[in-house]
């Protein structure tokens, strides 16, 4: 079989039950729950963070995020506009990289959010073309940052271009897609949404672009049904790109794989999972997995295997036929194998630290263990999602396990540096509305 073209389309700040596929509420996501039933779904799949940047660091390098400086930052924010070391080192290789130097190409179309040029940009890791964002937040009209800069690029090169923005993302997608039809070499594509992240603007809401404009950027209110119209409008994009393959014949070789950063912000639904983005809970990690690829995947696949961010990142390498480059080898595993057989199960221990309220946790197996604030919790997840009984003190022994085997974890790691920075302005899932 010829070698799949890849697309990786990323949302911001979805909650892990606002697709329908998973359990939603709300009819605002057709196109992705059709992909899930004529493919696989994840009901354990995590991501590396529980904040937009490290993810991504993990997400574009296959390896844990601690790794880096830069993903010490929870989040990148527009302080660091300017910074040589906050960003992804351009020396370092990258999904895009690794699959452009085995002979694919390479686009970036949505939020990069991992440093500024002009020492960091996608363009600069493995990308060869790019249109989006840099940073995190972005205006869906003005396509401004929360500083008020003008943050919409193609290239490195300013962009000034009328529209909402995810409609821009999703035109941009398909434009690609048909330019990419009938070239000898296959594609991989990062679609990277900034939907559903806030501000929460729904398409026929360009009234309040100046309202936005004239006052603080991350206080603006938006409510549940304006933020589910935000998801509803990624999904009929998703559909267009879908419309393109199967357009240019292309359906049947293309690896699909959906997600989210992190879990959900003020109005994403999450249940029966508790807490959100800044979490180490289950309502901040976990998050919606779906990869659809009707040439290698059956319909209909559901999978409890335990994965996060970076062994997705292992497995679209796996499928392009691409290596990890010598000195930089990959934390992800591949899911290749359970892509090809639902049935397909393997041990997987999930590590994740945080500045943020001195948080850890591990995830192994059925239980998980959980420091918050200097105390320490212990969960049955397959009995308990919602993180309600904590078993530290009728379980000592196997507390002091997992917490050793996180500890020893987490000496493999680089230590957080002291001068790392908790960007809680960025998180707004508490603060009251105006």
């Known amino acids: 079989m010829n070698r799949p073209n890849i697309i ?30 004529n493919g696989i779904r994840f009901t354990q799949g995590y991501s590396n963070s529980p904040v937009c940047s490290p993810t991504r660091f993990a997400m574009v390098t296959g390896r844990y995020q601690y790794r880096l400086r ?26 895009p990289s690794l699959l452009r130097d085995s002979g694919y190409r390479t686009a970036l179309i949505g939020k990069w959010h991992l440093g500024f040029p002009p020492a960091f ?36 090169d300013e962009c000034r271009q009328d529209g909402y923005l995810t409609d821009l993302l999703s035109q941009r997608a398909v434009d690609y897609v048909d330019r990419m039809a009938g070239q000898p070499a296959p594609f991989f594509l990062s679609l990277h949404y900034t939907a ?118 292992a497995t679209m390498l796996d499928a392009g036929g691409a290596k990890a480059a010598p000195g930089y080898p990959l934390d992800g595993v591949s899911l290749l194998p359970v892509l090809r057989d639902c049935g397909h199960r393997f041990d997987r221990p999930l590590h994740w630290r945080m500045n943020h ?18 105390i320490d919790y212990l969960f049955d997840i397959a009995a308990d999602e919602r993180e309600r009984a904590n078993h530290a003190s009728r379980q000592p022994g196997r507390l002091s396990a997992m917490r050793q085997a996180w500890e020893a974890w987490n000496a493999s790691m680089p230590p957080i540096p002291d001068d790392a920075t908790i960007s809680l302005g960025f998180s707004v899932r508490d603060m009251p509305q105006r």
């Open 8 to 37: 990786f389309i990323v949302a911001d700040d979805l909650g892990y039950a606002d697709l329908g596929c998973y359990g939603g509420r709300a009819p605002v996501s057709p196109v992705l729950d059709r992909l899930a039933a």
């Open 70 to 95: 830069g993903a010490a930052e929870e989040p990148i924010n527009s302080k660091s506009r300017g910074s040589t070391t906050l960003g992804l080192p351009t020396v370092h290789p990258t999904l």
């Open 121 to 156: 940009g996608p363009l600069r890791s493995g990308y060869q073309e790019f249109f989006g964002s840099m940073s995190g937040g972005v205006d869906y009209f003005t396509h401004c940052a929360a500083t008020g800069e003008h943050d919409l690029w193609s290239g490195e």
């Open 196 to 313: 559903p992240h806030w501000p929460w603007e729904a398409r026929d809401d360009v009234s309040l672009a100046q309202e936005v404009k004239d006052n603080l950027f991350h206080l603006h209110g938006g409510n549940v049904h304006r933020y589910r119209r935000m998801i509803h409008h990624m999904d009929e994009g998703i559909g267009q790109l879908v419309t393109a393959l199967e357009r240019n014949r292309q359906a049947d070789n293309t690896l699909l794989v959906f997600t989210s950063d992190n879990g959900g912000e003020r109005f994403s639904d999450s249940w029966p999972l508790v807490g959100g983005k800044m979490d180490l809970t289950e309502g901040g990690i976990r998050v919606p997995w779906i990869a659809h690829w009707p040439a290698s995947i059956a319909a209909g696949g559901l999978s409890e295997q335990h994965c996060m961010t970076m062994d997705w990142s």
């Open 357 to 374: 309220r001195g948080q850890r946790a591990l995830r192994d197996g059925d239980w998980k263990y959980l420091r918050v604030d200097g």
